[in-house]
């Protein structure tokens, strides 16, 4: 027996569109053909994430429910597979230059070794 509450029709519904939204037409696309006669297959790969949570609130019968859901889809193009003469050859797409920012979120952990050697030091010295 299917347990009723409005917790399980909310994460139904995000789970309805996560499916709407990721299918094997997603990874692996439609057919291209050129007037040449070769044949391009997108291939890409699906990366997603979920979360939901609620909670009943009140006496019985709870009445007050408070809740959300949510998710996201990211899609990144990996590779196309050409086919031309009856020979099939992968071609992979080339990763994108790394951004400032993500240059900067790297080196945090690093600048905050040194912040908190710093200050091991100036201690070490003030006890002394």
């Known amino acids: 027996m299917e347990n009723k509450s409005p917790l399980n029709d909310m ?3 995000a789970m309805e ?3 709407e939204m990721v299918d094997t ?3 692996v696309g439609q ?4 007037p040449d006669g070769v044949t391009l297959i997108p291939i890409s790969k699906v990366s997603f994430g979920f979360g939901s ?3 009943d609130y009140g006496k019985a019968p709870k009445e007050n429910f408070g809740g959300g859901a949510g998710g996201a889809v ?3 193009p990996v590779a196309f597979l050409v086919i031309k003469g009856g020979s099939t050859r992968v071609l992979p797409v080339a990763v994108p230059p790394v951004s400032t ?3 900067i979120v790297d080196m945090v952990p690093d600048v905050m ?6 200050f091991d030091k100036k201690e070490a010295k003030e006890t002394l």
């Open 74 to 76: 990211k899609i990144d």
């Open 101 to 103: 920012m993500d240059r």
């Open 25 to 27: 037409n997603t990874i």
């Open 11 to 13: 994460m139904r519904s």
């Open 31 to 34: 057919p291209i053909t050129t």
């Open 113 to 118: 070794d040194k912040v908190e050697k710093f």
């Open 17 to 19: 569109k996560v499916r």
């Open 53 to 55: 949570g609620g909670g």
